[in-house]
């Protein structure tokens, strides 16, 4: 079992930056991969940012240069730096891992742009 935690999520006007966090029960996170998806009003939820067990990143195209996906492996914690942030970036944020065949999931963390 394995517990996700967000958190970090606000509201913000557009240009404006935020970091989310997102903690784990326990030390996982050079073990699975781990990522980040979103799901905004009215729409399918989505991948914005992975990072795999070797470190290695991939971002969706929509957040390349503006986002960065990373871990502190002492703290069990993810972070996701979200920097120039448009008003298409409003959603739910969510962190997810996945542990053997099952996939975790956290509660989710509102983010709002808008001026």
């Known amino acids: 079992q394995v517990q996700l935690v967000e958190s970090g999520g606000g509201a913000v006007q557009p240009g404006g930056s935020l970091r989310l966090s997102c903690a784990a029960s326990?030390?996982?996170?050079?073990?699975?991969?781990m990522g980040w998806y979103r799901q905004p009003p009215g729409k399918q939820r989505e991948l914005v940012a992975d990072?795999?067990?070797?470190?290695?990143?991939n971002y969706a195209d929509s957040v390349k240069g503006r986002f960065t996906i990373s871990i502190d492996n002492a703290k069990n914690t993810m972070y996701l730096q979200m920097n120039s942030l448009k008003p298409e970036d409003t959603a739910v944020y969510y962190c997810?891992?996945?542990?053997?065949?099952?996939?975790?999931w956290g509660q989710g963390t509102q983010v709002t742009v808008s001026s």
């Open positions: 997810q891992t996945i542990v053997g065949s099952l996939s975790y």
């Open positions: 990072i795999t067990r070797a470190g290695s990143t």
């Open positions: 326990r030390s996982i996170f050079m073990i699975n991969p």
